[in-house]
């Protein structure tokens, strides 16, 4: 079993929808990253929690520590939002372990 | 643009060669990773430097592999003898100092071929 499991690996949504995506790890954490990667390789990093719920525009990312669990929500869904998402978490011994992506395709 | 480098973005290798990648990550991170991707999969992880010492390595980085960090501020990473199953992306990616999982901040990546 991987340490970091997302779900779906794929996602079809049309413009509008509402999406999430779960991940769910099995170490222990010091932080948890939600990461965007575009075709060609470059990761942003969208979100760095601890704890709680942060929102950047349409996107909202939830931890919750003791389920050891998180999701990313991405509103009102645009098709520049097609991307893989990956949730990695950061260990205390500083490596980081990352899911396997999820491909989230946007349709107009 | 003072965002993590890599060099070369590509490169095309034959099976027995030698290649060397280069990072430099954001100035005045002393945290620097280097991780390797395959199509669809994530990102996993081979080597951590906090400068110029490294502090973990996989098991994922063979014999064959060698990273380095002389004097804490770019790092290469070194594959000889390169094999088919290496072909791959070789992302670096660096963090400032701080607690353990700070934003993390992610290069170009580095893609390589083994024909």
């Known amino acids: 079993k991987n340490e970091v499991e997302q779900s779906p690996q794929n996602l079809t949504a049309q413009e509008g929808e509402f999406i999430t995506i779960n991940c769910s790890y099995s170490v222990g954490i010091s932080a948890l990253h939600w990461l965007q990667q575009h075709p060609g390789g470059g990761i942003v990093s969208l979100f760095m929690l601890s704890s709680g719920k942060k929102k950047h525009g349409r996107l909202i990312a939830t931890i919750n520590i003791q389920e050891k669990h998180s999701s990313l929500h991405i509103t009102a869904s645009h098709p520049r939002d097609s991307a893989v998402y990956i949730c990695a978490v950061g260990s205390r011994n500083n490596d980081m372990r990352f899911g396997a992506g999820t491909r989230l395709t946007v349709k107009p | 643009d003072t965002g993590v480098s890599q060099d070369p973005r590509h490169k095309i290798t034959k099976r027995g060669q030698n290649v060397t990648f280069r990072c430099d990550p954001i100035s005045e991170h002393n945290r620097l990773y280097w991780y390797r991707q395959t199509l669809g999969q994530g990102p996993e992880f081979l080597t951590y430097?906090?400068?110029?010492?490294?502090?973990?390595k996989s098991r994922l980085l063979s014999d064959r592999f060698s990273a380095e960090r002389p004097k804490g501020s770019f790092s290469t990473l070194e594959i000889q003898r390169t094999e088919q199953g290496d072909s791959a992306m070789y992302l670096c990616a660096s963090s400032p100092p701080g607690q353990p999982g700070n934003t993390i901040y992610f290069g170009e990546g580095s893609w390589l071929t083994v024909v």
């Open positions: 430097f906090q400068n110029e010492a490294q502090l973990e």
